[in-house]
């Protein structure tokens, strides 16, 4: 009988421990199923606002604060729109500035020639349209590349410009928007005295043009794949509201400024723009409106009255003329409508790679 007993309470033992098992096996599935939620929402989140969505993340504890696990989360980028991660990496704020080095950090570049690692770093994310993030990310780059591949050039400075010359290559070479293309003699003379006074070996120099000749930088596809070379190097991007040409109702648009037009589209990831606004003979100016702040407008000055020479798609993907007299825009804040106003106004003649470019190369020829 009390063997009977011992059984019986062994059994109910047995019974419990089963129970707490299979308790604490749905606890740690439902714990995975949130963070699967956590992280889809936070994805989502760092689309549309990367610092909202890295907050949302550390706060919901899919990544712990730590700044190098931050930069992995990017360089892994699954789900991860790749124009807002180089929005956020190009960013001055202090933790901004060190996961930009552990992201480049995660970067293996050791016995890759300059196209190739420039190849790895340009897939991992958008570089944006505002010349001083291009300069904090390309530094972050070049000292990064020599330090993986030491005596290969002999300054980071010498890596900062050719790593330009060979960006700007790639437009020159394949966008066709560009007609005179650069022969190999003109890249030889863009890089003369870069290397601390000295030239770079011609063959170094050679093999990285034929690489470029042979095969474009390829970028991420959320980004635009059909118009790659187009907006591969932006003069400004980002959201503004539009005043519609027919129809006066307000829509929030992404805008792309690039080679002297101004391209809006629905979202970030459209591989087509909605309309495109040639700014040829186009001004623009600060305008108040009753119903939106922070406005500017695009007209022209010489036709009045006139329909602006752009182009939109319709609700049935036909390409047709556009109906404004002048296009009105909103920002979010005074400092932004500023800021456009300013681009679009420098981005007829000027292109923010060649200032860059021009200030580094002055930087090395004051040392020597």
């Known amino acids: 009988m009390a063997l009977l007993e011992d059984i019986q309470k062994l059994k109910e033992e047995i019974a419990q421990v089963f129970a707490e098992i299979d308790c604490f096996q749905s606890a740690e599935e439902s714990k995975m199923v949130q963070r699967d939620k956590d992280l889809c929402v936070g ?3 760092f689309n549309m606002d990367p610092t909202k969505g890295i907050q949302y993340l550390t706060e919901h504890k ?15 980028g699954e789900g991860l729109n790749k124009t807002a991660i180089g929005d956020y990496l190009g960013e001055r704020d202090p933790a ?3 996961i930009l080095q552990a992201f480049v950090e995660c970067h293996p570049f050791a016995n890759l020639n300059l196209v190739q690692a420039l190849r790895q770093f340009l897939w ?11 300069d904090r990310m390309m530094e972050a780059f070049a000292n990064w ?8 050039f002999q300054s980071t400075d010498t890596c900062y410009v050719l790593s330009f010359s060979v960006i700007m290559l790639n437009t020159s070479l394949h966008n066709p928007n560009v007609k005179d293309k650069p022969p190999f003699e003109r890249f030889v003379a863009m890089n003369r005295g870069i290397n601390n006074g000295g030239d770079l070996p011609e063959e170094l120099l050679r093999n990285l043009f034929e690489s470029i000749k042979n095969e474009p930088f390829s970028i991420p596809e959320d980004d ?22 027919r129809v006066k109702t307000w829509k929030r648009r992404w805008f792309i400024l690039t080679d002297n037009c101004l391209y809006y589209f629905e979202y970030t990831t459209d591989k087509e723009p909605l309309g495109i606004i040639p700014l040829e003979n186009l001004s623009v100016r600060k305008v108040e409106d009753p119903k939106k702040p922070n406005c500017f407008e695009l007209f022209n000055p010489n036709c009045k009255g006139q329909k602006i020479k752009a182009c939109k798609t319709d ?37 923010p790679f060649y200032d860059l470019v021009s200030a ?9």
């Open 360 to 368: 580094r190369k002055k930087k090395i020829a004051s040392k020597n």
């Open 224 to 245: 635009g794949n059909d118009l790659t070379h187009t907006f591969f190097n932006p003069s400004r991007e980002g959201w503004l509201l539009k005043l519609g040409g």
């Open 43 to 45: 994805r989502k989140k």
């Open 62 to 76: 899919v990544l712990s604060s730590d700044l190098r696990e931050i930069a992995r989360f990017l360089y892994k």
């Open 315 to 351: 609700g049935d993907g036909k390409v047709v003329e556009g109906k404004h007299q002048s296009y009105k825009i909103s920002a979010a804040t005074p400092e932004e409508r500023d800021l456009w106003i300013e681009a679009i106004r420098t981005s007829i003649t000027q292109d």
């Open 145 to 152: 590349y020599c330090q993986c591949n030491p005596g290969v």
């Open 124 to 134: 991992s994310f958008r570089l944006p349209g505002e010349a001083q993030k291009i």
């Open 96 to 98: 901004n500035l060190q």
